[in-house]
């Protein structure tokens, strides 16, 4: 495929005007973008189904520190003009997608699959497992932050 030559932001409004109530949006990441577009076409907040984003810690700490989430903290701004828009909005925080997490449990079932890409997925589980490991032994497992906010 070839090289996107429309930016992202103009992306978000085409989508909306193409889509209406019947997109949802799932920034993964910082909102930056979806302030742009909302700055740029105030109209799609109207226009829009709604965002599901994973963002916030509201009864857990931080994953950047005791306070703050990585998603929101990389661009509080545009977070905070996002939530203050209007637009309908839901927050998926760290204290919802820690409470689902991926084991070694799990990754074994992929790899007694024996697909070369069973062996894939656990090996690269396994690794943001052992990441999890150094962060956060107590846990047991991996987050899965974008994914839940996307179910």
């Known amino acids: 495929r070839s090289v996107e030559t429309e930016s992202a932001v103009d992306f978000i409004i085409d989508a909306v005007k193409t889509y209406g109530k019947d997109l949802v949006y799932v920034p993964t990441g910082p909102m930056t973008n979806i302030e742009a577009a909302l700055k740029k076409a105030p109209e799609i907040k109207d226009e829009i189904g709604r965002i599901v984003l994973m963002g916030g810690a509201l009864t857990v700490p931080g994953n950047c520190n005791a306070c703050m989430e990585a998603n929101i903290s990389q661009d509080p701004e545009a977070a905070d003009y996002l ?7 839901t927050m998926i925080g760290l204290d919802v997608t820690l409470q689902t997490l991926l084991t070694y449990k799990e990754t074994q079932q992929w790899r007694d699959l024996g697909t070369k890409a069973g062996k894939f997925l656990a090996d690269m589980t396994d690794f943001y497992i052992k990441a999890y490991e150094t962060t956060s032994p107590h846990l ?12």
């Open 140 to 151: 047991g497992g991996c987050g899965l932050h974008d994914p839940l906010a996307v179910g």
């Open 83 to 89: 939530f203050r828009s209007g637009t309908p909005t």
